[in-house]
């Protein structure tokens, strides 16, 4: 079976320094990889290139291609038809990217308007639905509010349900539950677990959380210094971690630092 995402020697270079340095991996639908590694290891460069959003200057070498396509020499242009529709995305801060001066249902029918030929009232059902889906309704959060009236869990939903309109491939998801409560966070790893059995999405997750990795992720990878030092399937991985550098971070974890951001580790690694 051919993967959904293969990336193979991806490296990134920002205009002063080299950020990721050869970086494979595979990513089959259904299923959800957990990138994972100390703050500055380049998981948030790397999603970034996934999106075709590196910032100005970034150069990136290597291939990423989803399904038949090859991401890493599209137009800005093939971009605007893969994003939002193929890929989905959900960052940690949703005030910065929802418009604070529209309507949230508004903004969810955007990514309708945008990739589909639905038309207003059907867009109207499908919005309604998608609220539903990530707990909006539930809430008593009407379509018709506006982003600062919502707490930020229930933004961070609002971005969750706008990256699942058009039943994408892959989400893509940076840090999205960091700033929740346990519960809500549980709560939107189940919509999202439920989608990759459902309907085949797949999901790469960045965070720093191991036990939420633990949890949900079906795959994990280890980044330390834009390296992947470690992958493989997250029982594996964290039964018998094999790289000093994971072996440090999860006895870390078990110290109860799981939830903060990772900072630089020392390992002490013999020389080969
Ligand atoms: N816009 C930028 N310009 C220059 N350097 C950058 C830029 N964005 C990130 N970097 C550098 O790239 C490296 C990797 O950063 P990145 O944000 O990918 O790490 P991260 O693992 O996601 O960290 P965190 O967990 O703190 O979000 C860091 O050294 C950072 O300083």
Redo the contacts with the bound molecule.
């Keep these: 079976m051919s993967s959904l995402l293969h990336v193979r020697n991806l490296s990134v270079q920002?205009p002063?320094r080299p950020?990721l340095h050869d970086v494979s991996f595979t990513l089959e639908a259904g299923q959800i990889l957990a990138v994972t590694?100390e703050?500055?290891?380049?998981?948030?460069?790397?999603a970034l290139s996934l999106m075709g959003l590196l910032?100005p200057g970034f150069q990136a070498h290597g291939s990423i291609r989803l399904e038949e396509t090859e991401l890493s020499t599209l137009s800005e242009q093939d971009w605007c038809q893969i994003r939002g529709k193929r890929l989905g995305m959900v960052f940690q801060e949703p005030m910065t990217a929802l418009n604070p001066t529209r309507r949230i249902g508004t903004q969810i029918g955007d990514t309708f308007r945008l990739h589909t030929t639905l038309s207003r009232r059907e867009i109207g059902t499908e919005t309604r639905t998608l609220m539903e889906q990530v707990g909006l309704s539930e809430a008593g959060v009407s379509e018709r509010a506006y982003p600062h009236q919502l707490s930020g869990g229930q933004r961070q939903r609002v971005l969750l349900a706008m990256a699942l309109a058009c039943q994408p491939e892959l989400l893509i998801a940076d840090e999205f539950t960091t700033a929740l409560d346990a519960r809500t966070q549980a709560a939107m790893m189940a919509l999202v677990s439920r989608r990759c059995e459902t309907q085949g999405m797949a999901v790469l997750i960045?965070s720093?959380d191991l036990g939420l990795v633990r949890r949900y992720a079906d795959h994990v990878l280890v980044?330390k210094d834009?390296t992947c030092v470690e992958q493989g399937a997250t029982t594996s991985v964290f039964d018998a971690p094999r790289h000093p550098y994971t072996q440090a971070l999860l006895a870390m974890s078990l110290h109860g630092a799981a939830r903060t951001?990772l900072t630089p580790l020392t390992v002490f690694t013999a020389p080969s």
């Design positions: 920002s002063e950020i590694g703050s500055g290891s380049g998981k948030s460069t790397l910032p960045i720093h980044m834009g951001p």
